[in-house]
């Protein structure tokens, strides 16, 4: 049974007992890798970069720890994507959202003629 399988330090329930289990589990893993209480930042990354049901299930509870009040968007990214910077996939998905971010700010304040589709949006990064 690997590390997220398990309920918390000690525990010997697996999460075959039901979505409920999974939330409790994936509640207290959250904690705990927010907190690195028994992890580094790097396992942050990759327990939460998993492309699974419980992993994106961790990352949604992980996230509910973070308060971004008073921080501009640029700060509060800092902030949550820190422990991946040494991540490239992770870089290059920073980089998409920076760019989607420019194009949704030129199409916002820029005088443009025809605003951007979700479509079209979509294509452009």
């Not at 399988?5 to 939330?23: C, H, P, V, Y």
């Not at 501009?72 to 994507?81: F, I, K, P, S």
């Not at 304040?109 to 951007?116: D, E, K, Q, R």
Request: proline share 2%; glycine share 8%.
């Amino acid at each position: 049974m690997d590390s997220t399988e398990r309920l918390a330090l000690g525990s010997t329930d697996t999460l075959s007992n039901g979505q409920k289990a999974d939330l409790e589990a994936a509640q207290r893993l959250a904690k705990r890798l927010y907190r690195l209480d028994g992890f580094r930042k790097a396992d942050v990354a990759r327990h939460l970069g998993k492309n699974n049901d419980f992993s994106k299930l961790v990352a949604g509870e992980y996230l509910k720890f973070f308060v971004f009040t008073g921080m501009t968007l640029d700060q509060a990214l800092r902030w949550v994507l820190s422990p991946w910077r040494t991540v490239p996939t992770v870089q290059d998905g920073a980089h998409t959202l920076t760019c989607a971010l420019m194009l949704l700010n030129t199409d916002l304040h820029g005088h443009v003629s025809v605003c951007l589709s979700c479509v079209c949006l979509a294509g452009c990064i």
